[in-house]
T-cell receptor
Framework: AQTVTQSQPEMSVQEAETVTLSCTYD???????LFWYKQPPSRQMILVIR??????QNATENRFSVNFQKAAKSFSLKISDSQLGDAAMYFC???????????FGTGTSLTVIP | GAVVSQHPSWVICKSGTSVKIECRSL??????MFWYRQFPKQSLMLMAT?????????EQGVEKDKFLINHASLTLSTLTVTSAHPEDSSFYIC????????????FGPGTRLTVL
């Protein structure tokens, strides 16, 4: 069974600094997708970034980038130049390429300190 | 990104009544929608996968007779909580699979259900 683990329940970062959120997963599939979703206090889930497992290049979206280590089954999210609006719960998610179901980690609550 | 709406955003009902929650994909057709439940400060728990024109697939432990799902069109799925009880109080989130382009899921804003 696929599992997604986020070992950091809470993280904090100073405004304008960089923070990295960790995520590991377990799967026997070779083709899959990985995602980071943000859930602010409004509780609307927002897609932050997406990575295809067959791509070696790490995905980037403006201040957000990932470090995808397929062999280690690791998928960390780096937030550069942190802003107050980045404060939220961040969920790592996995989906097999041939599947429908998303598997979510338990989330990391990020606090941004002014 | 694609837009998914949910209605209502919050609802309070008496124990024993039924509540219907709608999930709509506003600018794309979604053959597959998902219903999640989220308790405070916890992750999303998948309840069921809803496929247009067919019966929903429920996750283990989810009562299909209590949580009725109908996916009547490519843009609408509904979740009906029948004979609601206080323990059904939770935050319910739907998502829709967007097949084109990024082939990912987009989430609705959620519905907070409180059963008195």
């Amino acid at each position: 069974a696929q599992t997604v683990t986020q070992s950091q329940p809470e993280m904090s970062v100073q405004e304008a600094e960089t923070v990295t959120l960790s995520c590991t997963y377990d799967t026997s599939e070779s083709d899959y997708y990985l995602f980071w979703y943000k859930q602010p206090p409004s509780r609307q889930m927002i897609l932050v970034i997406r990575q295809e497992a067959y791509k070696q290049q790490n995905a980037t979206e403006n201040r957000f980038s990932v470090n995808f280590q397929k062999a280690a089954k690791s998928f960390s999210l780096k937030i550069s130049d942190s802003q107050l609006g980045d404060a939220a719960m961040y969920f790592c998610a996995y989906r097999a390429a041939t599947g429908n179901q998303f598997y979510f980690g338990t989330g990391t609550s990020l606090t941004v300190i002014p | 990104g694609a837009v998914v709406s949910q209605h209502p955003s919050w609802v309070i009902c008496k124990s024993g009544t039924s509540v219907k929650i709608e999930c709509r994909s506003l600018d794309f057709q979604a053959t597959t929608m998902f219903w999640y439940r989220q308790f405070p400060k916890q992750s999303l728990m998948l309840m069921a996968t809803s496929n247009e024109g067919s019966k929903a697939t429920y996750e283990q432990g989810v009562e299909k007779d209590k949580f009725l799902i109908n996916h009547a069109s490519l843009t609408l799925s509904t979740l009906t909580v029948t004979s609601a009880h206080p323990e059904d109080s939770s935050f319910y989130i739907c998502s829709a699979r967007f097949l084109l382009g990024t082939d990912t899921q987009y989430f609705g804003p959620g519905t907070r259900l409180t059963v008195l």
